[in-house]
């Protein structure tokens, strides 16, 4: 999902390149962020989702913007596909391929950040912005484990690898969750003003995680009642 808020940093983005470029997403599911980047004025729009019924799908909703060569689905797995798709034309890069949407394929195959981010990260040029979406996920994995979250990243590992290269990076909140964008551009600078929005949302947020932290204890750590004999 690309929000209003990312959309507009997307945007202030592209005015530091000379061309829109190409976006190219992993995990198309029904086509909403791809329905995003058209918004967003791209002519080049390549999405890569590992289920047939998906790219069946989204190839009917898309089917003029296909025929016009607007928009091309590729059926597979994105961990594999990104690295014969990437490329310098490539100016966003939304990682979105994360939960489990295919019943039947391997975990390997359902759980591609890490093969992707690693491959990514070290080939990024500087016209070119990484966004990951789902990030808080990644940065408390045992939070959602319980759920459809099926990577096996660990932000520790994720740190590990933006430190062995220069990479302005920094996370964008939205609702309960969050986007890690990534750039090596130099030019690309957020005004004060979106900082501090930033900065006011991740407080907001901390609260509700703290409110949400303290029910889970006391819904899991409460004492039962010892029964008293009638
Ligand atoms: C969170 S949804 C994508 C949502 C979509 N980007 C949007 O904003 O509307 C994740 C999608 O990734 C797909 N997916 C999961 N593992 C994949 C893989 N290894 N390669 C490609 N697609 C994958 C799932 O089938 C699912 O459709």
Same mark, same amino acid.
């Given at each position: 999902?690309i ?6 940093i997307?945007?202030?983005f592209l005015?530091?390149?000379k061309?829109?470029g190409?976006?190219?997403?992993t ?8 329905q995003?980047?058209l918004?967003?004025?791209?002519n ?8 047939k019924?998906?790219?069946?799908a989204?190839?009917?909703r ?10 091309k689905?590729?059926l597979?797995?994105?961990?594999? !596909? ?7 034309k +490539?100016?966003?890069? @939304? #990682?979105? /391929?994360? %939960? ?8 390997k ?7 992707e981010?690693?491959?990514?990260i070290?080939n990024?040029?500087?016209?070119? !912005?990484?966004i990951?979406d789902?990030?808080?996920? +990644?940065?408390h994995? @045992? #939070?959602? /484990?319980? %759920?459809?979250w099926?990577?096996?990243f660990?932000n ?20 309960s969750n969050?986007?890690?964008i990534?750039?090596?551009?130099k ?7 979106f900082r501090?929005?930033?900065f ?7 609260t509700?995680y703290?409110?949400?932290f303290k029910?889970?204890t ?9 029964r008293?004999?009638?």
């Amino acid at each position: 999902m690309i929000n209003n808020q990312l959309q507009q940093i997307i945007l202030k983005f592209l005015s530091t390149t000379k061309s829109k470029g190409t976006y190219l997403e992993t995990g198309f599911l029904h086509g909403d962020s791809v329905q995003a980047a058209l918004n967003l004025g791209f002519n080049n729009v390549i999405s890569i989702e590992i289920n047939k019924k998906f790219v069946e799908a989204g190839e009917k909703r898309f089917y003029e913007e296909i025929k016009q060569k607007k928009v091309k689905i590729y059926l597979g797995d994105s961990s594999k !596909m990104i690295k014969k798709l990437f490329g310098k034309k +490539i100016s966003i890069i @939304f #990682l979105d /391929a994360h %939960g489990y949407y295919n019943e039947g394929n391997k975990d390997k195959e359902i759980a591609p950040l890490e093969q992707e981010l690693k491959f990514i990260i070290r080939n990024l040029g500087e016209n070119q !912005m990484l966004i990951v979406d789902d990030y808080i996920k +990644i940065k408390h994995s @045992f #939070l959602f /484990a319980q %759920g459809d979250w099926k990577s096996r990243f660990s932000n520790k590992e994720l740190k590990n690898i933006i430190s062995n290269q220069k990479i302005l990076s920094f996370e964008l909140p939205y609702k309960s969750n969050s986007y890690l964008i990534l750039t090596k551009n130099k030019k690309f600078k957020l005004s004060l003003f979106f900082r501090l929005n930033i900065f006011f949302k991740y407080i907001f947020y901390i609260t509700f995680y703290l409110e949400f932290f303290k029910l889970f204890t006391f819904h899991n750590f409460r004492r039962k009642p010892k029964r008293t004999s009638p």
